[in-house]
């Protein structure tokens, strides 16, 4: 089985500090993605890699920039948090030519910014 | 772009019950695939179900099957014989022919024992 894995369940981070949430997947995916999950609102996508050194803007991507240097890790930056990107992280995968399988997610990190 | 509305934000059922969680979906696409994700307090999200568009027959894995009605773009889970381990919130999402999933809202879902 895929294994998505993100690095911290738990985050607490002062408004202002540089954060990075990092996934790493073990299944050579070309294609990795980050959510914010909020209650009511579902998942919405911050942004999305559909392979090395590529990225593209999702719904949302203000204040959040995003990394992926080796294929197996996507990393989400947030520049200087603030209190309104407190939420659930979500990161995803999935394989090209894959769809039918939909995507792998990760457990989730939940950042609180105070 | 699409959108995904889950009209439930909570349902309970009594254990062995049947329960319907509903979901619609707009979009001007032909080719897309619609899946129900559960993400129970582990947080960790779980496949439930998958449906392709271009298939007419609706999608069935065991206790779990869908009701979906293209022309009327409505994609309906139902959970038969209700177990406590259905707990979890379920989420509606579309895939798009560039294989961006959109979801909904979520229904959380309360099985009673």
């Known amino acids: 089985d895929v294994k998505v894995t993100q690095s911290s369940r738990y985050l607490v981070k002062r408004t202002g500090e540089k954060v990075f949430l990092e996934c790493v997947q073990d299944?050579?995916?070309?294609?990795m993605f980050w959510y914010r999950q909020d209650p009511g609102l579902g998942l919405r996508l911050i942004y999305f890699s559909y392979d090395v050194k590529m990225k593209e803007k999702g719904d949302i991507p203000e204040g959040y920039s995003v990394s992926r240097e080796k294929k197996e890790r996507f990393s989400l930056i947030l520049e200087s948090a603030s209190t309104n990107q407190t939420s659930m992280y979500l990161c995803a995968t999935m394989g090209g030519g894959q769809r039918h399988y939909g995507y792998t997610f990760g457990s989730g990190t939940r950042l609180t910014v105070v | 772009a699409q959108t995904v509305t889950q009209s439930q934000p909570e349902m309970s059922v009594q254990e062995a019950e049947t329960v319907t969680l509903s979901c619609t979906y707009d979009t001007s696409e032909s080719n897309y695939y619609l899946f129900w994700y559960k993400q129970p307090p582990s947080r960790q999200m779980i496949l439930v179900i998958r449906?392709?568009?271009?298939?007419?027959q609706n999608a069935t894995e065991n206790r779990f099957s869908v009701n979906f009605q293209k022309a009327a773009k409505s994609f309906s889970l139902k959970i038969s014989d209700s177990q406590l381990g259905d707990t979890a919130m379920y989420f509606c999402a579309f895939m798009n022919a560039g294989n961006m999933l959109t979801f909904g809202g979520g229904t959380r879902l309360m099985v009673k024992p």
């Open positions: 449906q392709e568009a271009y298939k007419q």
């Open positions: 299944m050579d995916h070309e294609n």
